[in-house]
């Protein structure tokens, strides 16, 4: 699944993730979203989500969205931002930086800088689980308030005898 698909997950089914961890995509929002907004925002409420993109890739993400879900959940808007160095034997080459952007524990836009590529920034992200921290982040998610996809839908089958 794509990251746009993901997006378009969250936004339909977010309260039964555990995670949301879109690369190099941003949400694009149905055209009548601000109208649902009430509507939207608990799939989106307790949803940790990370997303990651290169700098230069400008339709890759939006930070206005963060700053959105950021007031929603009752936080600043303005991020805590991290800045990290990345050597040149993590990535075979100098002056690139990953700026990690945090609003709460549940959110987190982490853009590459420096990149020339513009869009490939998972390569990186994946590779240095050292700085993303991606795949340990993923491992320890849980959805506690969730519901099931399918154990809220009632009996589907027959009674057992």
């Given at each position: ?10 936004l339909a ?17 149905p ?12 799939e ?6 990370r ?8 339709r890759g993400?939006?930070?206005?969205d963060?700053?959105?879900l ?7 808007d303005?991020p ?8 040149v034997?993590e ?7 990953a700026?990690?952007s ?20 998972w ?10 921290n991606?795949?340990?982040w993923?491992?320890?998610?849980r959805n ?5 996809l ?6 589907t089958?027959?009674s057992?005898r």
């Amino acid at each position: 699944m794509g990251a746009q698909a993901a997006w378009d997950m969250a936004l339909a089914h977010g309260s039964v993730l555990a995670a949301l961890a879109p690369i190099a995509a941003c949400c694009h929002w149905p055209e009548d979203a601000w109208n649902r907004e009430d509507e939207i925002f608990p799939e989106l409420a307790r949803l940790p989500i990370r997303s990651y993109s290169c700098e230069t890739d400008t339709r890759g993400y939006r930070e206005r969205d963060f700053r959105w879900l950021a007031k929603r959940r009752g936080l600043s808007d303005i991020p805590l931002k991290k800045v990290v160095r990345l050597t040149v034997a993590e990535v075979g080459r100098s002056n690139m930086q990953a700026i990690l952007s945090t609003w709460g524990p549940l959110a987190m836009l982490g853009l590459i800088r420096g990149d020339a590529e513009g869009h490939n920034c998972w390569d990186m992200v994946y590779r240095l689980e050292s700085t993303f921290n991606l795949f340990a982040w993923m491992a320890s998610s849980r959805n506690m308030h969730g519901r099931t996809l399918l154990g809220d839908q009632g009996d589907t089958g027959g009674s057992a005898r």
